[in-house]
């Protein structure tokens, strides 16, 4: 059993920065890719992006790409999601999530990932 969890998030003006971690315990973090997701008040949990097991693979939704990235420190038992010129529509709640390096499913889908974190509210102001 893969426990997971998040900090760093916070209130942030828009253009500003934010670096979410999330530790991994209670399993071999080197056999989980892993992911993280956020959901806005009102909408569905969505995909934000993905890093696989080794971290020499990485995948983020449009909406993301080009200003956050992903990276983890298997050493460690970490994942960090760098959040760069962020805008309103970021704010939400961000979870990393766990999942099998052999689990063939879609790396975008919540169905790929067995374990998930709490959470940690992201809030960008205007």
């Known amino acids: 059993q893969v426990q997971l969890v998040e900090s760093g998030g916070g209130l942030v003006q828009a253009g500003g920065s934010l670096r979410l971690s999330c530790v991994a315990s209670?399993?071999?973090?080197?056999?989980?890719?892993m992911a993280w997701f956020r959901q806005a008040p009102g909408k569905e949990r969505e995909f934000v992006g993905y890093?696989?097991?080794?971290?020499?693979?990485?995948y983020y939704a449009d909406s993301v790409k080009g200003r956050f990235t992903i990276s983890r420190d298997n050493a460690k038992n970490l994942v960090y999601l760098q959040m760069n010129s962020l805008k309103p529509e970021d704010t939400a709640v961000y979870y990393c999530?766990?999942?099998?390096?052999?689990?063939?499913?879609?790396?975008?889908?919540?169905?790929?990932?067995?374990?998930w974190g709490q959470g940690t509210q992201v809030t960008v102001s205007s």
């Open positions: 890093i696989n097991w080794s971290g020499g693979s990485t």
């Open positions: 999530a766990a999942g099998s390096r052999d689990k063939m499913v879609l790396i975008t889908t919540q169905r790929k990932y067995n374990y």
């Open positions: 209670g399993g071999t973090f080197s056999n989980y890719d």
